[in-house]
């Protein structure tokens, strides 16, 4: 069975730029999450989709990120304009909807330099 | 405060040490607890995943959750030159929001 997969692995891209990032979930599974590492931080939740519906952006840090799960399969991060702080290793994870906990599986996650 | 706290070491052992990984929380509402494994450049790997107080054993990993005192432990026996890597604990509440909430992680070398 495939795991959760991230495209690209890698971006360099100019402040002011705009940049989407992408996550196929691991089928079936009906939760889609984001979450991000700035460097020296710890890993921090950006949002949760259930199917197609946002459950929980509590996360995301501001307007210019903008996330999508159209159709309830893969979803997109889209940032724009990008700032320096917005750096980082953004890794997607994927759950079954299970009552009670659910076991989250992360992807490889991408590289995000904002030069 | 941080809710989940880790010492993110660097933590340097001899192959077949017995490792000790600790975090602790200051969320009472939380009831999951997971240790993730991550090797460089790669995503976290769940290794072990809890349910409120108690032991977990899976191979040569332990997990413990102590509610009473909000302390987290990984225990790693005859640890391996393959077992390097970052650790990671996270935790999350039950119901309501799904959100893990990590610690900083923990980077381990088991010494050949």
């Known amino acids: 069975e495939a795991g959760v997969t991230q495209f690209p692995s890698h971006s360099v891209i100019e402040k002011g730029q705009t940049v989407t990032l992408r996550c196929d979930p691991i089928?079936?599974?009906?939760?889609l999450y984001w979450y991000r590492r700035v460097m020296g931080k710890e890993i921090k939740f950006l949002l949760h989709?259930?199917?197609?519906?946002?459950?929980?952006e509590s996360g995301m840090p501001n307007n210019r990120f903008l996330a999508e799960r159209t159709g309830g399969t893969y979803s997109t991060l889209k940032v724009q304009p990008a700032e320096l702080e917005d750096s980082g290793v953004y890794f997607c994870?994927?759950?079954?909807?299970?009552?009670?906990?659910?076991?989250?599986?992360f992807g490889p996650g991408t590289r995000l330099t904002v030069l | 405060q941080k809710e989940v706290e880790q010492d993110p070491g660097p933590l340097s052992v001899p192959e077949g040490a017995i490792v000790s990984l600790n975090c602790t929380y200051s969320n009472s509402a939380f009831q999951y607890f997971m240790w993730y494994r991550q090797y460089s450049r790669k995503g976290p790997e769940l290794l072990m995943y809890t349910y409120s107080s108690g032991n977990k054993e899976d191979g040569r990993f332990t997990a413990q959750v102590d509610k009473s005192s909000k302390y987290i432990s990984l225990f790693i026996r005859d640890s391996q030159p393959s077992d390097s890597a970052t650790y990671l604990c996270a935790a999350r509440t039950q119901g309501g929001s799904e959100k893990l909430v990590f610690g900083k992680g923990t980077k381990l070398t088991v010494n050949p």
């Open positions: 994870a994927s759950s079954q909807r299970l009552a009670g906990g659910n076991e989250q599986f």
């Open positions: 989709f259930v199917k197609e519906s946002k459950q929980d």
């Open positions: 089928s079936g599974h009906d939760n």
